[in-house]
Structure formats: structure tokens, C-alpha cells
């Protein structure tokens, strides 16, 4: 019996397996075609989680450089002092797990240069827009007439309900009101009528202090700058309003007003404890019965020398009230904001920052100010002045492992209650990058193992 083996008629005929070849390596490509596809859809997934991974470690990295801050301020932020970097804490690259952080601060005696400075900020280096009258206003740098009396419209209650500068913000569109009470913020100069950008920030377009390339380009990019080589900040970066120094020593007990006779008895027993009795009846017969408004007058009246009156600088004060807003420490403020001060000026701020350039030993008090300043002229000068500060910025700058990843924000903290605790908080983040081209391209540079 033949038995025939039976062939499918589509096999045999070499066109139709052609085609079935043809469908089936189409099929084949669609396959990989997605395969392909989806896998280049999990690596951007991956990158894309990646870059969000490295993002929050550098928040992470900000918020133990907060803490870090508080941690430096506990310690060496005692009776007034200022924390030194250079001694007391480390301001640069410090790391939390993969990622690292900055402080950006500011360097007071020097001009600022193309790469950032790192530390915490004192505020107390700065004018206090709550307390500095329209005279000092107008002499920061950019500040105009009309502004600074802006700025005292804003913040000073009026008893006709804001009277011209409330008809000038009802003009606006959208119109709204003249605040007539005390600053809370920096930022609230946004508000103030005829406060723009060029004023507030100047070339300082990212807020770090220091001269990044669009600030020195002319009007090749934002912001416009003179491309002079040299940072020309605005006046947002000498204005503050957190100053205010405590009427009590560090033990709790009120600090001791040298502004009356009446209150002689307090001041001998302090000093009779700090130096001795007898030193003690020579400095109060050198001041008799003086009235002193503030404790730099005492301070020449007394002639004491700069050992003595740093042993008492802290336990003093002339004034009354719980807290002293708005003094400036002559320790810390840069010339452009010295130059605001009655008795000082621009020629005499000049001389402090070399004197202090020069004599950093000496910074322990304001007792070295004689060497610089008529005694007439410190005289004048004292009511605005201290030597202590109790109010910090933290400006922290991340960035995340391998470079990726980017936060900064600003704390300001007060200690003027002996623990550290954050009064503002701000996200600075939209400013872009601050940290300068050295830590940009130490960033990009491979890590040699």
C-alpha cells in the first residue's frame, strides 16, 4: 500500500512562504522594536529616579546643614560672640551621606570676587530697616531719596491712615496699602513703592555675594551689570530687620544701665568684681555724675583700657526694655554699611575695616575703636553701635552624590535666649546656582580612587 505524505498546499507554493517569512520577520522587528523601546523607557525612568534620589539628598543635606548651624551657634555663639570658621566650625563641603553642603556668607573686609565666601552671616552687620532713620537709608549704596522715605512710610504707623504714601499704593494696579508697621521680613521691600530689582539686588542677581559671569557680561545676559570686573550688590545685601540685642546676661540676670547716676551702686559692684576696688573708684570718678546715652560714651568717659572694658561689655547697657533693636556690630559690618552711621562716614569706615584687617586680635569687644575714631566722633556714633550679635543667617547650598542634585535655603536663627531657634525661613533655590565655577568644576572633575 503507497502511502502518500501529504504537503499543505501554502508550503508548496515558494510565494505564500515568502510572505509567511516576511510577516514573521515583521513580527519580529515590532518585537524588538518595543523591547527597545521599553527599555529605553526604564533607563530614562532610572535616570529620571536617579536625578530625583540625588535632589533629595541634597534637601536632606540642607536640612542637617540647618541643624549643623544651630549646633555651631549653641556653642560658640556665646554672650554676643561671633563663630569663626577658621576656628569654630567648618563652613565648606561638608558632607551628609553622598551629598554635601555650603554655608554662603560674606567677607566684610575684603571686596567681593568671582568666587563665593562660606560661613554663617551675622545680621547684626547689617542696618536694621526698623530702626535706621531716612538719613543712614540714603546712604547705602543705590539707595535713593524717594525710596528711603518709602521705606520709613512703610514701616511708621500714621495717624490719618497712611496719608500721601497710602493714596500713592491705592494708585497702584493692583492697588493696595501702606503697611504703617514695622518690617517682619527683608523681602517685604518688594512691596515698597519704587523698589525694584536693579535697586534691591543690583548685579547680585543669585543673592550669593559674589561675581558669577552673567553678573560681569554687560547686557549679554540678565542681570544688566557694567562688566567692570567688580560685583556692585544693591542694597538688599546691607539691610536687615532681625537685630536686637538682649538687656540680660548670659546667666539671666539683667545687664546693668550705665546711663544715670542714680544707678552707680549696680556698676561698682561689677566692676569692683571684674577688676578691683580700687580700679574700680578711679573709673567712677572719671565719669562722676554723667548722664551716658549709650555704652560707647561710657566707654571713653570711663578710660578704661581695652582688657577692662571687655571684661564688662557684656553685663552693660543704656538702655531700657527687654531687647536693644537694631544696633550694628562695628566687629562685622562691611564699610558700605559703617558709612551709614552718624560720627562715622565713608572716609572713617574705610579706616575701621584695615584697622580690623590688621588687628583681628583685637576684636573682642568695641574698646579698639579708639584707636581709630575722635573721641567726639565715637561719641556720636554710640547709640548705633555694639560689639555683640545674636542673630545669625545660615545660607545653605547643597548638592546631591555625583554632582546632581541642587537646594539652598536660608534660616536666620536667634540666640539671644541662650538656644538657637529659627525666627525666618526662606527658599532660595529659584536664584540658581551660587556656588561659584571652583566648586562647579570640582564637581564635573572625576573622583581619582
Given amino acids: 500500500m503507497n502511502l502518500r505524505r501529504r504537503t499543505s498546499p501554502c ?82 563641603e561638608m558632607p551628609v551621606g553622598d551629598a554635601t553642603f555650603w554655608f554662603i556668607g560674606r567677607d566684610s573686609n575684603a571686596i567681593p570676587t568671582d568666587q563665593p565666601v562660606f560661613g554663617l552671616i551675622d545680621e547684626s552687620s547689617k542696618l536694621n530697616l526698623n530702626t535706621a532713620s531716612s538719613a543712614m537709608l540714603q546712604e547705602l549704596p543705590g539707595m535713593t531719596t524717594d525710596l528711603a522715605q518709602a521705606i520709613i512710610d512703610w514701616r511708621r504707623a500714621s495717624s490719618n491712615g497712611g496719608g500721601t504714601a497710602s493714596t500713592t499704593y491705592a494708585a497702584l494696579d493692583p492697588p493696595r496699602l501702606n503697611k504703617g508697621a514695622p518690617f517682619e521680613s527683608v523681602d517685604e521691600l518688594r512691596l515698597v513703592y519704587g523698589a525694584t530689582l536693579d535697586l534691591l539686588l543690583g548685579e ?91 555704652v560707647a560714651e561710657f566707654m571713653v568717659a570711663s578710660r578704661m583700657t581695652a582688657d577692662e572694658f571687655r571684661k564688662v561689655h557684656t553685663d552693660i547697657t543704656a538702655a531700657a526694655g527687654n531687647t536693644v533693636n537694631g544696633l550694628v556690630n562695628v566687629n562685622t559690618a562691611a564699610a558700605a554699611v559703617l558709612a551709614c552711621i552718624p560720627g562715622i562716614g565713608a572716609d572713617n569706615a574705610a579706616a575701621i575695616v584695615a584697622y580690623r584687617q590688621s588687628h583681628t586680635d583685637a576684636l573682642t569687644s568695641m574698646a579698639w575703636l579708639a584707636e581709630v575714631l575722635k573721641p567726639e566722633n565715637l561719641v556720636r556714633a554710640g547709640p548705633f553701635i555694639t560689639d555683640q550679635s545674636y542673630q545669625f543667617s545660615a545660607d545653605v547650598a547643597a548638592v546631591g552624590p555625583f554632582g546632581r542634585g541642587y537646594d539652598r535655603e536660608k534660616a536666620v536663627f536667634d540666640t539671644g535666649s541662650g538656644t538657637p531657634r529659627i525666627i525666618y525661613h526662606e527658599d532660595l533655590g529659584a536664584y540658581g546656582w551660587a556656588l561659584g565655577s571652583e566648586v562647579r568644576q570640582s564637581l564635573n572633575t572625576p573622583k581619582q580612587t
Avoid at 536640612?63 to 563652613?91: C, E, H, S, T
Avoid at 543669585?206 to 542681570?223: I, K, T
Fill in 11 to 92: 508550503l508548496d507554493d515558494p510565494q505564500r512562504r515568502g510572505s509567511v517569512l516576511i510577516i514573521v520577520m515583521l513580527i519580529c522587528m515590532g518585537l524588538v522594536a518595543l523591547t527597545l523601546y521599553f527599555a529605553n523607557a526604564m533607563s530614562s525612568e532610572l535616570r529620571a529616579a536617579d536625578n530625583r534620589t540625588a535632589d533629595i539628598s541634597a534637601r536632606q543635606a540642607v536640612a542637617g546643614g540647618i541643624r549643623y548651624a544651630a549646633y555651631v551657634l549653641k556653642n560658640y555663639a556665646i554672650d554676643g560672640a561671633v563663630p569663626d570658621p577658621a576656628v569654630d566650625y567648618q563652613a565648606a
Fill in 204 to 294: 547680585d542677581a543669585n543673592r550669593n555675594g559674589s561675581l558669577d559671569p552673567n553678573e560681569d557680561d554687560g547686557e549679554g545676559s540678565p542681570p544688566r551689570d557694567n562688566q567692570d570686573g567688580r560685583l556692585q550688590p544693591g542694597f538688599w545685601e546691607y539691610v536687615t530687620v532681625y537685630s536686637k540685642q538682649p538687656n540680660r546676661r548670659s546667666n539671666g540676670a539683667p545687664r546693668i544701665n550705665i546711663t544715670t547716676s542714680q544707678l552707680r551702686e549696680p556698676l561698682r559692684a561689677l566692676l569692683e568684681q571684674q577688676l578691683d576696688a580700687s580700679r574700680a573708684a578711679t573709673i567712677l570718678a572719671a565719669i562722676g555724675d554723667r548722664d551716658f546715652g549709650s
